[in-house]
């Protein structure tokens, strides 16, 4: 009888999430973390078996603004039409796209390996069968959510270092020490932004144990970015990769 009760609870809880589910790419696109998609993940898996969601209509919105962010920088950067011209298409397929393909694919193998079920040494959560997933039948980590991941994580980096940046280089680029601190603080909180982002989408999986792992490289950025406050320009170092294939 509990357990009846039970499972009609989860039923409603799942039914209440999946109307969460509507709202996914104009919301996300507009705060850009992964903490209001967690209801959608689940959702999805609670109805689909699979935390795997197939609506590319972010990763178009985004890439649709890194294209019209890399004409921008073209106009700006690019000493002639065609340099112009192919740098928004490196922007979209090199910048945001690779990227995040190579992320996921790094993701894909090791976090499910690492922070996987049944790693020796490592207790995972208890984590409950035969509601959702059959009893049995092992959850495991998809390539296609690893990707969603990485692309609802790059938004801070578009917002940050492609538009933040932009607007503020005439300030960063001067030889000035408030200058230093704004352009390096745009690549703390971009890359630290990005990190708790993909910390959260692994979270939401309840196979995964230990995720809070995946917030180390944080703390690595706030070393480095101390330690660059000493004169090191990071945008100065930064740019000239960037702007890779306007010249």
Same mark, same amino acid.
């Given at each position: 009888? /509990?357990?009846?009760?039970?499972?009609?609870?989860?039923? %409603?809880?799942?039914?209440?999430?999946?109307?969460?589910?509507?709202?996914?790419? +104009?919301?996300? @696109?507009? /705060?850009?973390?992964?903490?209001?998609?967690?209801?959608?993940?689940?959702?999805?898996?609670?109805?689909?078996?699979?935390?795997?969601? #197939?609506?590319? +209509?972010?990763?178009?919105?985004?890439?649709?603004?890194?294209?019209?962010?890399?004409?921008?920088?073209?106009? #700006?950067?690019?000493? +002639?039409?065609?340099?112009?011209?192919?740098?928004?298409?490196?922007?979209?397929?090199?910048?945001?796209? #690779?990227?995040?393909?190579?992320?996921?694919?790094?993701?894909?193998?090791?976090?499910?390996?690492?922070?996987?079920?049944?790693?020796?040494?490592?207790? %995972?959560?208890?984590?409950?069968?035969? &509601?959702?997933?059959?009893?049995?039948?092992?959850?495991? &980590?998809?390539?296609?959510?690893?990707?969603?991941?990485?692309?609802?994580?790059?938004?801070?980096?578009?917002?940050? !270092?492609?538009?933040?940046?932009? !607007?503020?280089?005439?300030?960063? +680029?001067?030889?000035?020490?408030?200058? @230093?601190? !704004?352009?390096?603080?745009?690549?703390?909180?971009?890359?630290?932004?990005?990190?708790?982002?993909?910390?959260?989408?692994? /979270?939401?999986?309840?196979?995964?144990?230990?995720?809070?792992?995946?917030?180390?490289?944080?703390?690595?950025?706030?070393?480095?970015?101390?330690?660059? @406050?000493?004169?090191? /320009?990071?945008?100065?170092?930064?740019?000239?990769?960037?702007?890779?294939?306007?010249?």
């Amino acid at each position: 009888m /509990n357990e009846a009760h039970h499972i009609g609870r989860e039923q %409603g809880k799942g039914a209440d999430v999946a109307g969460q589910a509507i709202q996914i790419p +104009s919301d996300g @696109l507009r /705060n850009g973390h992964m903490g209001d998609d967690v209801s959608a993940y689940r959702a999805e898996e609670k109805t689909k078996n699979t935390y795997h969601r #197939a609506d590319p +209509s972010f990763t178009y919105l985004l890439a649709f603004f890194m294209f019209l962010t890399g004409i921008a920088w073209g106009i #700006a950067y690019a000493p +002639s039409i065609a340099p112009a011209v192919r740098l928004p298409l490196i922007f979209v397929f090199g910048h945001f796209l #690779a990227i995040s393909v190579l992320v996921a694919t790094a993701a894909f193998f090791l976090v499910g390996k690492l922070l996987g079920p049944g790693i020796a040494g490592l207790p %995972g959560r208890r984590r409950q069968q035969g &509601l959702f997933t059959p009893v049995g039948e092992a959850e495991s &980590l998809e390539f296609g959510y690893c990707f969603d991941v990485a692309i609802r994580a790059f938004f801070p980096v578009w917002v940050t !270092l492609y538009v933040v940046q932009f !607007l503020l280089w005439p300030l960063i +680029s001067r030889d000035y020490w408030i200058s @230093l601190f !704004l352009g390096n603080t745009l690549y703390a909180v971009a890359f630290g932004y990005y990190t708790i982002i993909c910390f959260l989408g692994y /979270n939401a999986l309840p196979f995964l144990h230990h995720t809070e792992l995946l917030l180390s490289p944080a703390f690595v950025y706030a070393i480095l970015w101390i330690i660059s @406050l000493f004169g090191f /320009n990071i945008p100065k170092h930064i740019l000239p990769l960037l702007t890779i294939g306007a010249r």
